[in-house]
T-cell receptor, first 109, second 113 residues
Framework: QKEVEQNSGPLSVPEGAIASLNCTYSDRGSQSFFWYRQYSGKSPELIMSIYSNGDKEDGRFTAQLNKASQYVSLLIRDSQPSDSATYLCAVMTGNQFYFGTGTSLTVIP | ETGVTQSPTHLIKTRGQQVTLRCSSQSGHNTVSWYQQALGQGPQFIFQYYREEENGRGNFPPRFSGLQFPNYSSELNVNALELDDSALYLC????????????FGSGTRLTVV
């Protein structure tokens, strides 16, 4: 079982819609959770970090964490074509940092 | 502009050779980690250094080794290169390793032929 699992997609949403990205992790001891955005040929860019159960909002982005279900999600409201990228879920467990394989998102104008 | 810089940007090596990749951390960051990203995959954690000591390692063989210097810059060394080592190598730094939230450099594209 992989440490972090994501649907690879591709996920397509129309411009202005809500994009929902999901991630599950295997280690209940994981303490820190992150969403990164990676454009093709570029390095990952940190979008959100979340450490406790519940929702965390930053502009158009909302991260949700449910430790009981070992589930992390990212909602992107009012999706824009510039949001088209691969979104990586990352989990920190002890001194280990695990990434999922990423979900490819395409926002259609 | 990212505060983490990596060199070189591209590199071609022959199987069996050794390679050293370099990384300068963002100012004020004392933690650096290295990742290998194969095409179409997420980054795989190689190891992490905090204040010049390795304090975390992923599932990579000993021929992958590293150093962190007093100025918090870092090196990744790979010995006895194999074809499967061809990948994008990413360096990332953070000021609070227990919380993560790393800033990534633009990476070094290594091709082993």
């Amino acid at each position: 079982q992989k440490e972090v699992e994501q649907n690879s997609g591709p996920l397509s949403v129309p411009e202005g819609a809500i994009a929902s990205l999901n991630c599950t992790y295997s280690d209940r001891g994981s303490q820190s959770f992150f969403w990164y955005r990676q454009y093709s040929g570029k390095s990952p860019e940190l979008i959100m970090s979340i450490y406790s159960n519940g929702d965390k909002e930053d502009g158009r982005f909302t991260a949700q964490l449910n430790k009981a279900s070992q589930y992390v999600s990212l909602l992107i409201r009012d999706s824009q074509p510039s949001d088209s990228a691969t979104y990586l879920c990352a989990v920190m467990t002890g001194n280990q940092f695990y990434f999922g394989t990423g979900t490819s998102l395409t926002v259609i104008p | 502009e990212t505060g983490v810089t990596q060199s070189p940007t591209h590199l071609i090596k022959t199987r069996g050779q050794q390679v050293t990749l370099r990384c300068s951390s963002q100012s004020g960051h004392n933690t650096v980690s290295w990742y290998q990203q194969a095409l179409g995959q997420g980054p795989q954690f190689i190891f992490q250094y905090y204040r010049e000591e390795e304090n975390g390692r992923g599932n990579f063989p000993p021929r992958f080794s590293g150093l962190q210097f007093p100025n918090y810059s870092s090196e990744l060394n790979v010995n006895a290169l194999e074809l499967d080592d061809s990948a994008l190598y990413l360096c990332a730094s953070s000021s609070t390793y227990r919380l993560g939230g790393y800033t990534f450099g633009s990476g070094t594209r290594l091709t082993v032929v």
